[in-house]
């Protein structure tokens, strides 16, 4: 066993050590591919779970859990199916969720994001607000550079709530340059409350805004959310069912 465990730490074999004993045996062929598959699969699993650790997801949201409704409006560009095949990142198209807030976008971003995740792609998740405020923080420290790295390492760069907090000039400009640093490069997916008209609202500059949404357009599937917010909705329900209580 000593030796066991020391040839499969030479290989790298972590997962196999512990779980061999349990792999029935029918024959040598057979006995090897079980246990083989026993360490991928094991491997692919740690690999996803570092790759949404790694992602900092506010929350973990699943597509198989998704409520598609008819108050979300698909482009004639692309499909539910497409949407979870991820084709948009193959292709390096980007994703832009707008709409009433409360009516799934970052429900559905996220779970776009983890899929894939699921799927091997390295993918970052921001608030846009507090990558501002990351950016405007690395600049003043020197690190904007470590911290531009780490995002260009991304195939998938995920910015929710834009819309939510206006910037200054600095931020408003740093956020383009990452945004800008993202055309054809990877895909990026964008949830707002706002339709493009009002994003001068954010940026405080036409033309920044003007050559921002330029850039997001281009290659991009524009996805409305309509209706009533479901969070609103659910509140509305539960005080309604205590006063009827």
């Known amino acids: 066993m000593t030796d066991l465990k020391v040839m499969c730490k030479a290989l790298h074999l972590a997962h196999l050590i512990g779980n061999y004993e349990s792999v029935p045996f029918e024959?040598?062929?057979?006995?090897?591919?079980?246990?083989?598959?026993?360490?991928?699969?094991?491997?692919?699993?740690?690999?996803?779970?570092?790759?949404?650790?790694?992602?900092?997801?506010?929350?973990?949201?699943?597509?198989?859990?998704?409520?598609?409704?008819?108050?979300?409006?698909?482009?004639?560009?692309?499909?539910?199916?497409?949407?979870?095949?991820?084709?948009?990142?193959?292709?390096?198209?980007?994703?832009?969720?707008?709409?009433?807030?409360?009516?799934?976008?970052?429900?559905?971003?996220t779970a776009l994001g983890i899929k894939a995740c699921e799927m091997g792609y390295d993918v970052r998740f921001f608030r846009v607000a507090d990558l501002v405020g990351q950016l405007e923080e690395a600049l003043k420290a020197g690190t904007l550079s470590r911290l531009k790295r780490q995002i260009e390492k991304s195939d998938l760069l995920i910015l929710d709530e834009l819309g939510y907090v206006p910037f200054q000039k600095q931020g408003s400009e740093l956020l383009f340059h990452i945004i800008a640093d993202c055309y054809e490069r990877k895909s990026v997916i964008v949830t707002s409350n706002l339709e493009f008209g009002q994003w001068n609202?954010?940026?405080?500059?036409?033309?920044?805004?003007?050559?921002?949404?330029?850039?997001?357009?281009?290659?991009?599937?524009?996805?409305?959310?309509?209706?009533?917010?479901?969070r609103l909705k659910n509140a509305l329900s539960s005080i309604k069912t205590d006063t009827e209580i």
Do not use: M
């Open 201 to 230: 609202r954010v940026f405080g500059d036409n033309r920044l805004t003007s050559a921002l949404v330029d850039r997001l357009v281009h290659h991009a599937h524009v996805i409305a959310f309509t209706g009533e917010s479901y």
């Open 27 to 109: 024959n040598k062929e057979q006995f090897l591919r079980d246990c083989l598959s026993i360490e991928v699969r094991s491997r692919q699993t740690t690999k996803i779970a570092r790759l949404i650790k790694k992602a900092k997801f506010r929350e973990l949201k699943w597509l198989k859990d998704y409520e598609w409704t008819e108050q979300i409006n698909l482009p004639a560009t692309t499909t539910k199916k497409n949407l979870y095949d991820l084709r948009f990142i193959k292709q390096k198209q980007n994703l832009l969720l707008l709409g009433t807030p409360g009516t799934g976008k970052t429900h559905l971003g």
